[in-house]
């Protein structure tokens, strides 16, 4: 499973968007986040369900691919991935953070991440569809980076 470390902001941030958002974590500081083509390389970007129940579904597909094969998987966005379904309803390796959705994208600027932002995952048990769409992510200020660069390889 591709997962990475990234730091939470501080809960007292003050956001205009109240939008609640929900993604899925192996341990405390890692996220699920899938890799992207991209003309320039490889983008990551954090994984982000609008609904909860999507999010725990999504999980628990997760978790019974790894009791399966005894391995995360590796998700690369591409038009289908194979995963089994589960006929598990709770989560037992993952948990669910719910995020103020401008909080998360505070969180994947600073982590210089973009971030999938899935809004329904529909279908029958043989086959789900996902719907969302990618925001892609960036700081206007270069010194933004430039610092948070510096504070990373300063510690």
């Not at 609008?50 to 978790?63: I, S």
């Not at 995360?72 to 995020?99: C, D, G, K, Q």
Request: contains cysteine; charged residues 25%; glycine residues 4%.
């Amino acid at each position: 499973m591709a997962s990475l470390s990234v730091f939470k902001p501080p809960r007292n941030i003050v956001t205009s968007s109240q939008r609640v958002v929900y993604t899925l974590h192996a341990e405390m500081n890692t996220m699920y986040a899938t890799r992207q083509p991209d003309p320039e390389g490889v983008r990551t970007s954090l994984v982000a369900f609008e609904r909860q129940k999507d999010a725990a579904l999504f999980g628990c597909m997760l978790e019974e691919h790894r009791r399966q094969t005894h391995e995360w998987p590796e998700l690369i966005a591409r038009e289908a991935y194979v995963l089994p379904m589960s006929t598990r309803t709770t989560l037992e390796w993952l948990t669910l953070e719910s995020w103020k959705l401008k909080e998360l994208e505070i969180c994947a600027v600073t982590n210089c991440l973009d971030v999938f932002l899935l809004s329904s995952l529909e279908g029958a048990r043989e086959e789900i569809v996902v719907s969302g769409r990618l925001l892609s992510l960036q700081a206007t200020d270069p010194d933004f980076y430039r610092g948070r660069f510096d504070n990373l390889f300063y510690r």
